[in-house]
């Protein structure tokens, strides 16, 4: 327990170094919080519950190990008074680093945006929110479902901004808050997505914010010669490699009328670059994939760069198993709409956390971070007595895996499956008079 005790105080030191227990006092002022004097001011209710989740303790045994004479009740209305503003203030200070720099791309700062999803406890609120799988609503199985929409830096992996919706709305209706951070993170920056979030509205408004984009085209909207109406082919400046134009044709779904008809970003013609490659996989078929990018000039930024640059987006899924798997925030714990919001900002937090240690160790053994060992830096900040000096992390060899077919060869359980409502499966068996 000791040794936990001192990983309280070893992951206060680090939250320092972003941020201080005095700079979240007064953010915490600042939005008008008021507390009396206590153990559990809200920058020790945020290192308290970042050791949770990092060392995935209990919420009963959380006083023991951070040595914090206080019950369960007594940390749970804790983390209920902290304000989801102040949270946020934190997550956004946590993504700001100076140490991008060396790991940059043709001076360009990469973000990468993508979605994921994680379940929430089974509580009528959170299932009224954000709602189950098609084949489980109205039913007692399956869990709630959140949707989460993230901006990450792609040379640190720092997650700048995450957005969570109810599992049936679109992604595209919160990509103009996330163009808005990404256009704050510098004067050059390049958005890498998937072909989830390409269409022509969202390609208009990330060029009006000053961004530039590479993102996977779907097969439906690629451009072959000038017949299509909603985009043309205007010139060919290589091999597969094309200069089209995209118009606006129908209002999608996630627009609003007045939105789509007001005059701005949407109300134009783009201009973009449509580039095709073959996609080599050792027993399957050859087949084609096509990139779209605002990167127009072929002479500074050839076809084949941005063919492998679009390769880093996949970084985005180990960055998200980072996440999920090994910080565990596959599943929420929290049992209300609030506390889920809170939630998985302090997972966010603690992971740029860890982000940070990889960052400062990248440098000094002289790698990029994405070598590094993501559960060796948990392990460090987990375990190690404060003031202790940062060692060599263990870098992940660089090497092609195979890609094994998705089966399982047993799924043995401990239980059976619930299927049905609980209290019918529960009740006595009926006595039948003979």
């Given at each position: ?224 010669s000038q017949r299509r109406k909603s985009g ?96 565990k925030m596959k599943a929420l714990t929290c ?100």
């Amino acid at each position: 327990m000791a040794n936990l005790a001192y990983g309280l105080q070893h992951v206060k030191s680090h939250l320092d170094q972003m941020i201080s227990s005095q700079e979240i006092l007064h953010l915490a002022e600042e939005l008008g919080l008021t507390w009396r004097k206590r153990k559990l001011n809200p920058a020790t209710t945020v290192c308290a519950w970042l050791l949770q989740l990092l060392a995935h303790v209990a919420l009963a045994g959380l006083g023991r190990v951070t040595q914090i004479p206080a019950s369960a009740a007594a940390f749970c209305k804790a983390k209920q008074r902290l304000p989801l503003q102040l949270l946020q203030k934190l997550v956004a200070r946590s993504s700001r680093t100076q140490g991008a720099e060396p790991w940059r791309w043709k001076t360009f700062t990469l973000c990468l945006v993508d979605g994921t999803s994680a379940t929430t406890p089974d509580t009528a609120p959170l299932a009224g929110h954000f709602g189950k799988a098609k084949n489980q609503r109205g039913t007692s199985s399956g869990y709630p479902i959140v949707k989460l929409l993230a901006l990450l830096d792609g040379s640190t992996g720092l997650l700048s901004k995450v957005i969570s919706l109810p599992s049936w709305r679109q992604e595209p209706t919160c990509l103009t808050r996330l163009w808005a951070v990404a256009a704050g993170l510098g004067e050059k920056v390049l958005v890498l997505g998937d072909r989830g979030l390409v269409s022509f509205s969202p390609m208009a408004l990330l060029l009006s914010q000053g961004l530039q984009g590479c993102f996977r085209l779907p097969k439906c909207q690629v451009v072959k010669s000038q017949r299509r109406k909603s985009g043309r082919l205007l010139k060919r400046l290589g091999r597969q490699d094309l200069l089209v134009s995209w118009s606006r044709t129908t209002c999608p779904k996630w627009m609003s009328r007045p939105q789509w008809e007001a005059p701005g970003p949407v109300d134009c013609t783009l201009i973009l670059r449509q580039i095709a490659f073959r996609v080599y996989r050792p027993g399957y078929r050859v087949t084609w994939a096509w990139i779209i990018t605002t990167l127009l000039d072929p002479t500074h930024y050839p076809a084949q760069e941005l063919i492998e640059l679009y390769g880093r987006r996949w970084q985005v899924e180990v960055y998200f198993r980072d996440l999920k798997q090994t910080l565990k925030m596959k599943a929420l714990t929290c049992r209300t709409l609030a506390g889920v919001q809170k939630e998985i900002l302090l997972f966010v937090l603690l992971y740029n956390l860890v982000r940070r240690v990889m960052l400062q160790a990248a440098v000094h053994q002289g790698t990029t971070p994405n070598r590094l060992s993501f559960i060796d830096a948990c392990r460090w900040l987990l375990w190690s007595s404060p003031g202790t000096p940062l060692p060599a992390l263990k870098i992940n060899a660089l090497r092609i895996r195979p890609a094994p077919p998705r089966r399982l060869k047993s799924t043995r359980t401990k239980y059976p499956p619930l299927h049905g409502h609980r209290p019918q499966l529960t009740r006595p068996p009926c006595s039948v008079k003979l």
